[in-house]
């Protein structure tokens, strides 16, 4: 039995492996050269991409800056509007009471040297005559071209 499978060779088998063995080894060259542009090229893109990410981070950073320096300017303008307010209603308040009557009189009295009026300097004036009312009519523009035309013919 041994010989027998000993006599079955499978000889394409056996001719395909040396003609394998027999082939030629082919090795690229050009690999390590594209290797190296493809890592030169990686780099490259690496950076690229380092430096439009700085970029976008600079440019969010400015942003969120110059939104600060808004909202401070805000603030501090609205802080100075409600001090301009209180002092416009401190002013309003010092008018009413420099116009008030008892301010008027007062003045009048001590820096005028002004006295409230007696009955006894009072006097009534009265008119002997009716109080009448004269209505002047004055010509029209065409009346005074009428009187200009008569006044020539006269």
């Keep these: 039995m041994t010989q027998k499978n000993n006599l079955a060779y499978d000889y394409k ?14 090795h690229e ?10 890592e030169k090229l990686s780099v490259a893109r690496c950076v690229a991409v380092m430096v ?17 320096e808004v909202a401070n300017e805000y603030n501090q303008t609205t802080s100075t509007l409600s001090a301009l307010k209180g002092e416009n209603s401190t002013l309003l ?21 002004m006295e409230k ?9 009265t008119f002997e ?18 009187n200009f035309f008569a006044g020539l013919f006269s």
């Design 29 to 38: 060259v050009r690999t390590k050269r594209r290797a190296a542009k493809k």
């Design 52 to 68: 439009v990410v700085v970029l976008m981070l600079s440019a969010l950073l400015y942003a969120r800056v110059v939104q600060i």
């Design 93 to 113: 308040k010092q008018l009413e009471d420099k116009l008030s009557i008892s301010s008027v009189e007062e003045i009048a009295r001590d820096t005028l040297g």
């Design 129 to 146: 005559t009716e109080d009448t009312v004269e209505v002047v009519k004055e010509p029209g523009f065409f009346e005074r071209i009428g």
């Design 13 to 26: 088998r056996l001719a395909r492996r040396e003609e394998a063995e027999k082939q030629p080894q082919i």
């Design 117 to 125: 009026v007696d009955s006894h300097q009072i006097q009534y004036i």
